[in-house]
């Protein structure tokens, strides 16, 4: 006979950020992305980047700016 099954998906949770997965935003989530922006480094957590840092769907020097942002002068969380 025929086997019906619902399978449902749960994304592991994640901080808007957090690129390198740590759980929480810090400096090496700045460094992890000038890694991934201008070394060559590995891509950054699917799920903590693009849209989820500065609003737009694309991975750039900007949301470098916007994390340090964040960080240091108590700028908006990533995602706002």
Do not use: C
Not at 7 to 36: A, C, E, K, W
Not at 39 to 55: E, K, L
């Amino acid at each position: 006979g025929n086997l019906n099954m619902n399978v449902v998906l749960d994304p592991v949770p994640y901080t808007n950020g957090d690129v390198d997965f740590s759980g929480s935003v810090t400096i090496s989530d700045v460094v992890f992305l000038i890694s991934f922006i201008f070394s060559g480094g590995p891509y950054p957590n699917p799920w903590a980047t693009g849209v989820h840092i500065d609003s737009n769907s694309a991975v750039t020097v900007s949301d470098v700016v916007y994390l340090i942002n964040y960080i240091f002068a108590g700028g908006p969380p990533p995602g706002q």
